[in-house]
């Protein structure tokens, strides 16, 4: 990788909107409408900086997350600016891998993850970014925001705070020039961007990151192996039980199969003499000759069996038959 010292003379905004473009009164919960005096106070800035064709607007606000957010916010900046404020199509990374250690707002656990958040978020894309927008690297960037970020050192020399319910103001403006009149010259930030692209704490940053990132992938595997593991178990079972489930209901078909024969033995017997006089027979006779005798009982109370079935069948469409002609 190399970098383009010709992108050098960029600047990067990094742009909250509640509270920037879009004051929020005091003792509401957000909403409202854009400004478009914001809005022009913002090309103002962006035409200090060199004009939309040297500067690349990153959201940082939540706004980012949000689709017909961010098209609302690019319908809105083309109506008010026309061409002095570029198309917003990027955005800081939603959290970051790594988290900053930091002190600030102790007592505010709530406020201190909101800023340190915001900062670590803006700092990845610069390190993310290194070849695409070496000036970013390099120190050309600003983030304007109404939190308080500057209270990350980070910031320091790159942030311009609006009131939440003023938004930009014409004073901000001025502020904000005076800013970047500190920051580096294209040629210090191209100088700056190349040493970034072989500093070594980047590159452990990187290393860092993915050790994480893979350590994460390997408990949601050993997870994902844990639940397909009992998931196994649970078909194991489930097929032990439909196979004992199985084996019982044959046991419970052959009873009733033997059942509705012995039914029907004691029925048929009242009716044939000979039926009756076989299978008193039978009773006494044991071994080989006992088993021919019930198969042949069992052959002929089959057929019998049959013929009532067929009986009944053809009673019925006999029936329906009749009904039909009626």
């Known amino acids: 990788m190399s970098i ?17 473009l879009l004051p929020v009164p005091k003792f509401t919960f957000g909403g ?24 690349t607007i990153v959201l940082s606000s939540t706004w980012r997350n949000h689709p017909d957010m961010v098209a609302r916010l690019n319908t809105f900046i083309q109506s008010e600016a026309r061409d002095g404020i570029p198309v917003v199509t990027d955005g800081t990374p939603n959290g970051t891998v790594l988290v900053s250690s930091v002190t600030y707002y102790a007592d505010d656990p709530s406020e201190q993850r909101l800023i340190r958040d915001r900062v670590d978020e803006v700092y990845r894309w610069l390190r993310t970014h290194v070849t695409e927008h070496p000036e970013a690297i390099g120190g050309r960037w600003l983030a304007i925001d ?64 993915h050790k994480v990132l893979q350590s994460r992938l390997e408990a949601q595997l050993a997870a994902t192996t844990a639940e397909l593991a009992e998931a196994q178990g ?28 012995r ?26 000759e006992r088993r021919d005798m019930d198969a042949a009982i069992r052959f002929f109370v089959t057929l019998l069996m049959d013929r009532k079935e067929l009986q009944k069948k053809m009673r019925s469409t006999a029936k329906r038959a009749h009904r039909g002609v009626s």
């Not at 990067?12 to 920037?20: A, H, K, P, W």
């Not at 032990?240 to 209901?249: G, H, I, Q, R, Y």
Request: net charge negative; charged share 30%; with cysteine.
């Open 146 to 209: 109404d939190m308080k970020l500057d209270a990350d050192e980070r910031m320091r020399g790159h942030f311009l705070h609006t009131q939440t319910d003023t938004g930009l103001t014409d004073a901000d403006v001025d502020t904000a020039c005076a800013i970047i009149a500190s920051h580096p010259s294209p040629e210090a930030a191209y100088a700056a961007a190349v040493a970034a692209l072989a500093d070594p704490a980047l590159k452990q940053e990187e290393i860092e990151i």
């Open 4 to 20: 383009d010292a010709g992108l050098c003379s960029r600047y990067v905004v990094f742009l909250d909107i509640d509270g920037v």
């Open 263 to 288: 039914l029907a033995v004691h029925d048929f017997s009242k009716r044939h003499p000979s039926l009756a006089a076989a299978v008193e027979l039978a009773g006494t006779k044991t071994g080989a």
């Open 32 to 55: 409202g409408d854009l400004s478009s005096d914001c809005t022009q106070r913002l090309k103002r800035l962006i035409t200090a900086l060199g004009g939309r064709e040297r500067v």
């Open 234 to 261: 649970k078909v194991a079972a489930l097929s032990a039980d439909k196979k004992d489930l199985m084996k019982e209901l044959a046991e419970m078909q052959r009873s009733l199969e033997d059942m509705r024969y």
